[in-house]
């Protein structure tokens, strides 16, 4: 069943840094792929709460701090991740949070 939720509440609510987000995709016992749109840790969260076939795609390649990044989940339109979501994606992609890597 799809979530019904609003992903930018969600996303919202992921912490207020990049450290705060991993710590919470660790808490929820996710893991993921580095650099896949689908399957890694942010995605596989969202798919965790409900959202069906969740993307993550960095507004430009290869991610930065600075980029916004865009969240696309099935059945809502994109949405933007707020800035310490942003700077996770790009911290993860270059491998700052290893225990978030499924090996």
């Known amino acids: ?10 996303l919202n609510r992921l912490g207020s840094t990049k450290e705060d987000v991993a710590d919470t995709i660790a808490a929820a016992g996710v893991v993921g792929l580095l650099k ?12 965790l709460q409900g959202y069906t076939k969740p993307s993550v ?3 430009v390649e290869p991610a930065t701090e600075e980029e916004v ?3 696309l989940v099935d059945g809502w339109a994109g949405v933007v991740a707020p800035q ?8 993860y992609d ?4 290893a225990d978030l890597v499924d090996a």
């Open 1 to 10: 069943m799809s979530n019904t939720i609003d992903p930018a509440i969600v």
């Open 36 to 47: 896949e749109a689908r399957g890694c840790a942010l995605g596989n969260y969202l798919e």
């Open 57 to 59: 795609f960095p507004s």
């Open 69 to 71: 990044l865009v969240v």
């Open 84 to 91: 310490p979501v942003a700077e996770f994606v790009a911290a």
């Open 94 to 97: 270059r491998g700052a949070f």
